[in-house]
């Protein structure tokens, strides 16, 4: 019987190949496109989920239909990250394994570019690249692009969502008109039709799936708990799943790194993913998750974008990313390859309004589920403990000489005694730390906090509002805002509650017991030349602190229901849908773009 990848056109040694990779039967979307994609005489335009095969969907027909006696550059996959370059790299380099002189380079910043130079010279047919650095190897006039036959752009709505379009543009004016573009996507927003219709002629379309909905194999849930309560409610779900191999999701550095930190110092094998490590650190990162040596991986969207860890069990969205889009690329980390998995959101009560936002635009139903109270945990690790004696493979062979010492160690215990015992090892350490432990579930109609007092005086229980004379047009995001209030008062980041950028202001949440010390540290601070002013919103502390002018108190004076912090993007105060209950997602199209500068150093 022949090998079901054979039928699709796909020669011996590469079926060779990818059999002891463990390819036994195509995907879906291997099965539908490879046969497109092998008569070459079409651009080609596949939308399907993380984690469906898109990587050999595309990688198998170009290993066929390149010709490797050439040693020039004969197609370029063009993706978003570094982590996802290296994949599809390592993964097209494995299927060619048994093809002579077949050559694959990969391309991406924070790695020596003289390196990746001298790959290039020695000739290759496959080019991997992020755009960034791409852009700089074409400006250094070291790659010719001009016998490319085809360009796969991969991950196409990540790319324009992470502000390539230019460096997308600009690249592909190097290339041929007559080339074939392949585009692979998860999703399919407007600039991905853009992008498709402008680069492309009458492309064969081949959607798996309704567009833009989930995986069909993961289980969607949502926690509703109070802000001071996340991260204990976040440790309690991870404890109530002992055999939990999973990604939390944070939307900026500073939270990532510190959830990390805490977690370590709580005793978690856990580590964080982002965008301020180095090439080094972040392949020593995922060389540990991907061995197992970490239970939890906490990383921000664009640093696990490219990740492919198979049997990750869960996703955990520790604070909901600001497009739709995103969540799908999040929960997609898991229930790859056919397997099952879940994701999780833990969000505050405002937040409802986004999780059925999201249920609408991926088909999908979240079960609203309980944090477990501290009986729960220890009773599920109780049983965690007993499985894994039971389960236990024990070497005869190396314990035997053991047994006599051990058997005399136990002689004065029953055998319920030493089950006891042996159970209660791991089991104290949980009823000791959930002893008394409170209910960390909020109701959906909770305010959460705001209310009547906050108006008034600008105290939302724990937390001070302040008023920043600082906004977008300064530059300022809420990540910007929020590395800028850290950096200048020196206080740890998870004690910062909302924040609300404007145009020329913004408004900060601190927790009360650190307000003295934010005045203080910007007593004479400045921006560019400028004084900063901080004052609590809605009252004028002008005579004791140098506030701002009263007119923005006359204007905002606290009055105004604070959004929720999660409902906007890095990039401003976005465009609000008005009946999502408590805080929209801001339109794909909004996104502000980052520096190209900043972008090239790690892309």
């Not at 009823?431 to 960390?440: F, H, R, V, W």
């Not at 206080?491 to 307000?515: A, L, M, P, W």
Request: hydrophobic share 35%; net charge neutral.
């Amino acid at each position: 019987m022949n090998n079901p990848f054979i039928e699709l056109g796909i020669r011996h040694d590469i079926v060779n190949a990818i059999s002891e990779l463990g390819f036994e039967k195509p995907t879906p979307i291997q099965e539908a496109s490879i046969p497109v994609l092998l008569s070459g005489s079409n651009d080609f335009v596949g939308l399907a989920q993380t984690g469906t095969g898109k990587t050999a969907a595309f990688g198998l027909p170009l290993l066929e239909l390149i010709d490797f006696e050439e040693n020039h550059p004969q197609a370029l996959v063009l993706c978003p990250t570094r982590e996802l370059c290296l994949q599809i790299a390592s993964d097209l380099t494995k299927f060619a394994k048994n093809i002579p002189n077949a050559k694959v380079v990969a391309v991406y910043g924070g790695a020596s570019i003289m390196d990746q130079l001298r790959s290039i010279k020695r000739g290759v047919q496959i080019v991997v690249a992020t755009p960034g650095r791409m852009l700089d190897i074409i400006g250094r006039k070291a790659i010719d692009f001009s016998d490319i036959r085809y360009v796969v752009l991969d991950e196409a709505d990540e790319m324009l969502n992470m502000g390539f379009q230019d460096d997308i543009d600009e690249i592909l004016s190097t290339t041929p008109e007559e080339k074939k573009t392949w585009l692979f996507s998860a999703t399919m927003p407007s600039e991905v039709r853009r992008i498709a219709k402008k680069y492309m002629t009458d492309p064969h379309e081949l959607t798996m799936g309704k567009q833009n909905t989930g995986n069909a194999n993961i289980e969607h849930e949502y926690y509703i708990v109070r802000a001071r309560d996340k991260y204990a409610a976040f440790k309690r779900i991870v404890d109530f799943n002992p055999d939990i191999f999973g990604i939390v999701f944070c939307r900026t550095k500073i939270e990532t790194q510190e959830i990390a930190e805490a977690l370590i110092k709580d005793g978690y094998n856990a580590d964080s993913l982002h965008g301020d490590l180095s090439q080094q650190q972040r392949d020593k990162v995922m060389k540990r998750y991907r061995e197992r040596s970490l239970q939890l991986l906490i990383a921000t969207d664009v640093a696990a974008r490219g990740i492919d860890v198979n049997d990750v069990t869960h996703v955990i969205n520790y604070s909901l990313p600001d497009e739709i889009e995103n969540y799908t690329h999040r929960s997609g980390r898991t229930a790859r390859a056919g397997k099952t998995g879940v994701s999780i959101a833990i969000i505050n009560s405002k937040e409802v309004g986004k999780i059925r936002q999201i249920e609408r635009v991926i088909g999908k139903q979240f079960i609203k589920a309980e944090v477990p109270t501290g009986f729960d945990v220890c009773e599920k690790q109780l049983f965690s403990i007993i499985h894994k004696v039971h389960n236990v493979t024990v070497n005869d062979s190396q314990i035997e000489q053991y047994i006599p010492r051990i058997m005399d160690e136990f002689a004065d215990l029953s055998k319920e005694d030493l089950i006891k015992r042996f159970a209660s090892i791991e089991f104290n350490r949980f009823l000791e730390y959930y002893k008394n432990a409170p209910d960390l579930n909020a109701t959906e109609d909770r305010r959460d906090g705001a209310g009547d007092r906050f108006a008034r005086t600008g105290t939302r229980g724990d937390f001070t509002r302040l008023f920043i004379n600082l906004g977008s047009v300064d530059g300022f995001s809420r990540g910007d805002l929020l590395g800028y209030i850290c950096n200048t008062t020196k206080i740890s980041g998870r004690t910062v509650g909302k924040i609300d950028v404007k145009g020329v202001y913004s408004f900060f949440e601190v927790q009360n017991s650190d307000s003295d010390q934010v005045f203080n540290s910007f007593q004479n601070a400045e921006f560019k030349g400028r004084p900063v002013r901080i004052e609590i919103s809605g009252e004028t502390r002008n005579e004791t602190r140098g506030g701002a002018s009263n007119s923005y108190n006359r204007r905002e004076g606290g009055n105004r229901r604070d959004g929720d912090r999660s409902g906007r993007r890095e990039g401003g105060s976005g465009n609000r849908d008005r009946n999502s209950g408590g805080g929209g997602f801001r339109d794909f199209s909004g996104k502000r773009r980052e520096d190209r500068t900043e972008r090239r150093k790690n892309y």
